[in-house]
């Protein structure tokens, strides 16, 4: 009997010392979206006290309205904007992405392997160096302020993606697609009836990956977007800061930001049960 | 540290060899590749009254192996063909062959008369079962069934009515709408089996389908598929490892190890004339005994002193195996066989072409193994050897394998009257395994381990005397040199 309290203190210790250090780490991660909420619904007079207050509850929604009545309603325009793009490109990069995966990883033809490593070593090159080459080559074809030079590129060549999904279809068995072949399908068929249908939950991951980089995507949009009437959520929150006279406005900034993570975060909640889901293989043995 | 100078003549000298003989060989090599060429080119005529044909089949991987050596067969309408043989003999390559999964690397493939080497599986009209089975595991069983079909433009009534008809027939109409990781083992196959069955397609193929299954079900399992064969009478090629599956199933069974085909025939030839040694132990458990001995005249004579004296038939057909023997020895080196090219080297040499660790091996220097060819000298030296061999058996007493299975080994005291019985030996019984109805009994017999099945009538003690007396109508002899059947 003592000797099982005993065990059982010792892992009443642990619990609690566990648990503790995963709700540090879990306050860390909260902080920031705990700040810029209550800065967005905080009171102006308070923001700009100059301390740091996280305690003091004055609530008021000017910053939002003020962020919906900025420019005439343009944050309505920065949504759909922004949504065109990270749709597009979502959808462009997976099927892409998959299709080079699939061949990469069950169909054989010479040179496949030495290709691959030419196509992984790019991920080696870092974004900014080919960023101004990319934007003269884009301006020289006349595809600034237009919504081109954002979507074709990732569309054309996502290396991660076709990184991560050719693992997954490397895991499929090569069984499957000779059955299938057997029962008569081609090349595309395979592509659509089996493997498209296997890699789902990695579809959702690298969608998901996808869609945020070109929602958050500040830079990209900077360089390529100048046309108010292009404006998108990223540019569009860089907008806000500007007023006359009164330094920044980080009632509306935060207002904007919280209004920007709403489409993601729900988004998120739908595909969270992908995540950990690995590929169903049985029927296999 | 340097190297001798002999040392230095003899690589020189090995060198030198081994350029010679790759020059030999890239002459061979190019006149096979014009050969084959012109063979391709002519028009292709299927051959008369049989279903499948395969004809000098080989089959080498792009990692230069052979897995699969001039296979020759002909499949009746009908027929269940077994391929046994144990793991890594080419049987399951040969399937995959046929049913075009892998291609065929010289050779011709004829399915209902129509030349087939150059045709995908999806246009062959082939059904496969897996030996994983292979459920699409995102499908239900019904979607499963109907996939094939459906790819086939089937009309949705059709589709309907076949997948419920092979659910009947398996009896998995109750899973129709569950997924395979909701199945045990046995419905899976059967649903691998259903998906052959819909297809209705000419030629089945079964790639050791039993062999995830656990030993009961893999019985009931089996008599399953033979009913199923009667029912549908598709022609079938069965794959296995099993030797009993093989025994049961097949209306002609092919035995194959290492790439070569050993003996095709029905299973009451494969087992009361088995063509070689291979054969004969394969085929049939616990295994035929064999045993090295004396053979003088007509006289086995056992290292023991036992001797079987065989009668005038045998004798006759002692001599006429190794007359035979002679005269194809002989023919071969009348008609310069030795002189043709040798096709397993060529063979393996098929797509050696070009290739990137090739390339990176000459650059770095590495050694490279040379191919090693006999050259027509060697290879005439060598077919003389073995003629002056053969006369030599001929002529007089030389070494022979007796063969006898467990089943035709007698109790001294229990012969049944049909039994041509030799004379009585005593043994000394090293273990005796029961096995309910019967025992196996393990002795020694001139160094070699044999086997006697018995029936239980009384209780055996190891390390006993047991009198036993062989079945004379049922034993085998083989030749040593090459391990074919004399009798």
Known sequence: MRKLKRVNKRVLIQTVIITVIVLIAALLCIFPFYWMILTAVKNHDLINQGTVDLVTFDLTWESFKAVFGYNGGLIWRAYLNSFIIAIVQTLGTLFTSSLAAFAFAKIKFKGSKPIYGLFIATLMIPGQVTMLPLFMMFAKIGWTNSF?????????????????????????PSGLLEASEVDGCGWFRKYFKIILPLIKPALITLGLFSFIGSWNNYMGHLIYLSDPKLTTIPLFIAGMKETHMTGAAWGRIMAASTLSIVPIAIIYLFCQKYFVQGIATTGMK | MGISREEKELLKKQNEEIKRQQQLIREQYNKMLIDEDNRRKQPKLAPDNVYISLQNINKVYDNYVQAVFDFNLDIQEHELIVFVGPSGCGKSTTLRMVAGLEEITTGDLYIDGVYCNEKTAKERDIA???QNYALYPHMTVYENLA?????RKYSKEEIDERVKRAAEILQITEYLQRRPKELSGGQMQRVALGRAIVREAKVFLMDEPLSNLDAKLRVSMRSEIINLHKKINATTIYVTHDQTEAMTMASRIVVMKKGYVQQIGTPEEVYAHPANTFVATFIGAPAMNLVECDYNDGRLIFENGFEIALDKEHKAAHDEFYRQRIAETQKLIDEKDYEKPDMNVLLTLHREKFSLKKLIAKIFGKKQQPVKIKTPQDRL??????LDEYKKCLDGGHRVIFGIRPEDIYENTEIPSAVRRSQALSLNVSLAELLGSEYHIHMQLGGHEIIAKCKVTRHIPDNSDFGLVFDLNKLHLFDTIGTKAIL
């Open chain 1, 148 to 172: 081109l030079p954002l979507i074709v590129p990732s569309v054309m060549i996502n290396t991660y993606g076709v990184f991560m999904l050719r693992s997954f279809i490397v895991s499929i």
């Open chain 2, 128 to 130: 496969m079962v897996f």
């Open chain 2, 147 to 151: 996939f094939g079909l459906q790819t």
């Open chain 2, 381 to 386: 030296e060598e077919l003389q050897a073995l």
